[in-house]
């Protein structure tokens, strides 16, 4: 059975930083692509970046380029998202989700991240 | 950048009846389309892709069609528990997407 499994809710304050994780099983990790989605609350899901993590191949929306960074460790079929310095617009539920046939086809449950001072 | 808008914004539908739902792409994405649905508190669910298969496990009552720029999501016989918000999202330059803004399926 495919799962992905999100840390927990995360609280910082802006200026400090936060790595959130995606815990995968039931796959082969390296095989497939994995994005990042956030949606913030009452709005739409934006996509913001993707990764192989046979490779470490990533792909980031032009809007979320250099604000985060992806990351995948084979050894543990985890991906990682992580902000080096958080601000409030970050505030946000984040999921990840497996790119299988060439959609979503597998989701984690959501990660919510609130940053405020 | 191709964007992607759905209408209606809501749409509301009675119990038993059909919600047709549309997606446009700003230029041609083929039958790169997909379609999810999201219920409060949950991740979305994958509903289509290749703008007509279902995923699997999702009821035939969910049918997916069009191509190009303009595609549509018909739920027939709505159940309570079609009652959500619905995304599509294009995937032409996968692993690079977009998703339209939704449409929230209510019930009248």
């Known amino acids: 059975e495919v799962q992905l499994v999100q840390s927990g809710p995360e609280v910082r304050k802006p200026g400090e930083s936060l790595k959130i994780s995606c815990r995968t099983s039931g796959y082969r990790f390296g095989s497939y692509w994995l994005a990042w989605l956030r949606q913030v609350p009452g709005k739409g899901l934006e996509w913001m970046g993707s990764?192989?993590?046979?490779?470490?191949?990533?792909q980031y929306n032009p809007s979320f380029e250099g604000q985060v960074t992806i990351s995948a460790d084979e050894s543990t079929a985890t991906a990682y998202l992580q902000w080096s310095s958080l601000r409030a617009s970050d505030s946000g539920l984040y999921f990840c989700?497996?790119?299988?046939?060439?959609?979503?086809?597998?989701w984690g449950q959501g990660a919510l991240v609130t940053v405020s001072s | 950048e191709i964007v992607v808008t759905q209408s209606p914004a809501t749409v509301s539908v009675s119990p038993g009846k059909t919600a047709t739902l549309s997606c446009r792409a700003s230029q041609s994405v083929n039958n790169f389309l997909a379609w999810y649905q999201q219920k409060p508190g949950q991740a979305p669910r994958l509903l289509i892709y290749g703008a007509s298969t279902r995923a699997t496990g999702i009821p035939a009552r969910f049918s997916g069609s069009g191509s190009g720029t303009e595609f549509t999501l018909t739920i027939s016989s709505l159940q309570s528990e079609d009652f959500a918000i619905y995304y599509c999202?294009?995937?032409?330059?996968?692993?690079?997407?977009?998703f339209g803004g939704g449409t929230k399926v209510e019930i009248k």
């Open positions: 999202q294009e995937y032409k330059n996968w692993p690079l997407f977009t």
């Open positions: 990764i192989f993590p046979g490779d470490s191949d990533a």
């Open positions: 989700a497996r790119l299988g046939q060439l959609a979503l086809d597998f």
